[in-house]
């Protein structure tokens, strides 16, 4: 297995499942780091599309992966209003990217904007709706399990790196009913786990400094 295969891999697993179980608990801590992930998959991704790069295959790839993930990590971690259109923003360019690149639509520019456009219809409507926190517990209990299984599949040698390419849930998609399964039930397990552990204390995430209420 290639040395970016483990990393990805593991931090996948690792971030993934810390999302997926507590990313309303723990929500002003893992979302930066949801960002981090969620931005060096997207940015290696633009390296390949744009720049004609291999996915993670490159210097380039893994600096515009690196530089945009602790871009939008950091501005997460400051900024109530970029946060949120990353929540939803993530889940929706990742749902475009994947599903689109699945239907048979080749890499490109084409995808990445696509991506975009639905990422950006998702962040509006989590803004609109005033960030719910049953939408936060699903939001991160799914995009958290299909990320920790494409961890798992990568380390067990079930999927390449280079799968990614059409993001964490087009790569699920395009590797069989395990890997899809895998997804639902961890996504349903840790979406009722964050139900169960938050219970009806919390009912929004109000601006002022990240506080529920």
């Known amino acids: 297995?290639?040395?970016?295969g483990i990393i990805i891999g593991?931090?996948?697993i690792g971030i993934g499942l810390a999302w997926a179980f507590y990313g309303l608990k723990l929500f002003t801590i893992l979302?930066?780091?949801w960002a981090f992930f969620f931005g060096l998959i997207a940015g290696a991704q633009w390296g390949a599309d744009i720049f004609g790069q291999g996915?993670?295959?490159s210097v380039l790839s893994w600096g515009i992966g690196l530089v945009f993930g602790l871009v939008l990590a950091a501005i997460s971690f400051f900024w109530y209003y970029a946060a949120i259109v990353i929540l939803g923003g993530a889940v929706g360019y990742a749902l475009g990217v994947g599903f689109f690149e699945w239907l048979g639509f080749n890499p490109g520019i084409l995808i990445v904007i696509i991506g975009l456009v639905l990422g950006a219809v998702f962040a509006v409507a989590t803004f609109a709706l005033g960030v719910p926190v049953l939408l936060v517990m699903a939001f991160s209990a799914f995009s958290g399990a299909a990320a920790a299984v494409?961890?798992?599949?990568?380390?067990?040698?079930?999927?390449?790196v280079d799968d990614l390419h059409s993001g964490i849930f087009g790569s699920l998609l395009s590797n069989g009913i395990i890997g899809i399964g895998l997804f639902l039930v961890l996504g349903v397990v840790a979406l009722f786990w964050q139900?169960?552990?938050?219970?009806?204390?919390?009912?929004s995430i109000e601006r002022s400094s990240y506080q529920y209420a």
């Open 150 to 160: 494409n961890g798992i599949l990568i380390l067990l040698g079930q999927i390449k």
């Open 31 to 33: 979302l930066p780091l």
């Open 195 to 203: 139900i169960r552990d938050v219970g009806t204390s919390i009912t």
């Open 10 to 12: 593991l931090l996948a």
């Open 1 to 4: 297995m290639s040395l970016e």
């Open 55 to 57: 996915f993670f295959a």
